[in-house]
């Protein structure tokens, strides 16, 4: 849909897990609310025999097509044109193609710098908000995306109130084997939480085995999303208008430097603008960050809200390891959702071991045969990757599943986000600029967890355990944080702790950017949940000046 220049109470600026709750709980309180999307809107049976790898995982052209970056490593490089991103462009943002693993953070991952202490090459900090006052929140977007899994099951959780509200997914027998193996070696494994219904839940089916979640669509809807819930529920009050098809160019401001509105172009290529008392930013670490720098005028001639040149910076994607298996019997590792099993023990931070910070390991099911093909050559290694070797390998297919530690990588304030001056898109606008290396804590961390992951599996009985090195890898991530990190103090912090911009008083950014430390667990919940907190104020504060 597309429309002439309008005046809303609030422009949002993608449709994800921020703009996706923002938008509804706005409207929900009687506030107007425009909401631009960049991508388009699609129904759950859009996703029906969608299940093509190379186009969904490998080339990442489904939900965003034509989209790339430029990628270095360091700033003494040349930055060339790829794909650092598994980023969508579409109604409902990248959870509609996540895996949906939902955890909260632990309380004490808020308050890493006080944790750990400094780190050469890092710039840690503490989160200017704590555990007790997200926690609410949490609760609030686990009882929204109807979460399955078991409450108390993770001893190493920070404590929580109230259960999930659906029962944990059942297990495989790859899940049985991981359990079996880190019970045996004295670890703790329990039911890995995950927004995807168990059951039916709140008008939405339960899960139908599929077993393509990550990098997909889900057809029935059984995967939680704004798609799903958020935007219907904003357009069910009336007081939300969706744009799709629109991408935001520029943030305009007035003489005194407020946001005034956003200029967008629209799906028949034509420019418009809304006006807005208020914007809210929530277009993901690295859109956010490049609409920012974008937004360029007299009074912010580094770009909007930047004047401490924090905005892209500390950016954040999480160390991976992943280690495959072979079974004796079929792990049935292409059915159901994305992983059953997870294991906490490893993420209390422990600096004998040679790093900071800690990371979560869990289940990783293989329902992509040519992905699964790829790694032939981890298998393989040391004899020929072709012919009958690899004929061999393939005929396993059905006995093999994995398990993935996702780890807590240090912010580096030369790991950013800014605008390529070489390259450009087909709009005439500057590329993202992506200058990202691990700083070797994370390289630590991530090897560390592959021998542990090889010692799990194999204590549960598998036949052969291989490793995908991802380290150093410029593989896409989904797992994008920090760029306009959250803080007390404005010299080196971008937003305040309700996610307002320290520079421009109504501007707000409300997705993953400000993080200002990534913790050792995928980020969405936390999202979901900052997100509701931030809307729980905005419309307090709203109310107190009678805007909408």
């Known amino acids: 849909m597309s429309r002439a220049n309008a005046i809303a109470d609030v422009c949002i600026v ?5 703009g996706g709750v923002m938008a509804a709980e706005l409207a929900r ?65 990248s959870t509609v193609h996540w895996g949906a693993w939902s955890w909260r953070f632990r309380a004490d991952e808020m308050r890493m710098l006080s944790r750990d202490g400094p780190v050469a090459g890092a710039n840690l900090a503490d989160w200017p908000i704590g555990y007790a006052e997200l926690e609410p929140f949490y609760a609030q977007a686990e009882q929204a995306l109807g979460i399955a899994g078991r409450a108390g099951s993770n001893p190493f959780e920070t404590p929580r109130t109230g259960a999930y509200p659906n029962p944990p997914h059942v297990y495989r027998p790859s899940s049985r084997l991981l359990e079996a193996g880190a019970t045996k070696l004295g670890l703790h494994p329990f039911p890995l939480p995950m927004a995807i219904n168990s059951r039916v839940f709140d008008g939405r089916a339960k899960c139908m085995n599929g077993g393509q979640c990550a990098g997909f669509g889900c057809p029935v809807n059984a995967k939680a999303s704004p798609l799903a819930i958020h935007i219907p529920a904003a357009r069910a009050t009336g007081k939300a208008e969706i744009i799709t098809g629109a991408r935001a160019l520029e943030i305009s401001v007035d003489s005194e430097g407020r946001a005034r509105g956003v200029h967008y172009r629209a799906a028949d290529g034509a420019t418009r603008e809304v006006r807005a008392r208020h914007v809210i930013v929530c277009a993901g670490s690295i859109g956010s960050a490049t609409l920012l720098l974008g937004s360029r005028s007299a009074r912010f001639p580094n770009g909007l809200a930047n004047g401490s040149d924090q905005v892209g910076r500390n950016l954040m994607c999480h160390i991976f390891s992943l280690v495959n298996f072979e079974m004796r019997e079929p792990s049935l590792g292409q059915l159901g959702p994305p992983g059953n099993v997870g294991v906490d023990d490893f993420h209390p931070s422990d600096a004998r071991r040679g790093f900071v910070g ?189 805007l909408g």
């Open 358 to 546: 800690g990371a979560v390991l869990g289940e990783a099911i293989d329902p992509l045969p040519i992905v699964s093909a790829l790694k032939s050559k981890d298998y393989l290694r040391g004899q020929r990757a072709w012919g009958e070797p690899l004929s061999r390998y393939l005929e396993r297919y059905p006995h093999y599943c994995g398990m993935i530690a996702i780890g807590e990588d240090l912010p580096v304030a030369s790991n950013r986000v800014d605008l390529d001056p070489d390259h450009r898109d087909a709009d005439g606008v500057a590329l993202p600029r992506i200058t990202h290396t691990n700083h070797p804590n994370d390289v630590a961390l991530a090897r560390y967890m592959e021998a542990r992951m090889s010692e799990i599996a194999t204590a549960g009985g598998a036949l052969k355990t291989f490793a995908t090195d991802y380290v150093g890898a410029r593989t896409a991530t989904g797992h994008i944080m920090g760029t306009c990190r959250m803080g007390s103090d404005p010299r080196n912090s971008v937003l305040d702790r309700w996610c307002r911009s320290h520079e421009v008083p109504n501007l707000w950014v409300v997705d993953g950017s400000f993080f200002p430390t990534s913790g050792g667990y995928n980020p969405t919940l936390t999202i979901f949940a900052n997100a509701y907190r931030v809307a729980a104020h905005f419309i307090a504060e709203a109310r107190r000046l009678n």
């Open 29 to 93: 309180a009687g506030i107007g609310v425009v909401l631009l999307e960049r991508g388009p809107e699609r129904a759950s049976e859009d996703f029906l025999h969608r299940q093509d790898e190379l186009t969904n995982v490998l080339r990442q052209d489904f939900f965003a097509p034509g989209y790339r970056e430029t990628l270095r490593a360091s700033e003494r490089e040349q930055a060339v044109p790829g794909r650092y991103s598994m980023l969508a462009q579409t109604l409902g943002g």
């Open 14 to 18: 993608g449709s994800g897990a921020g």
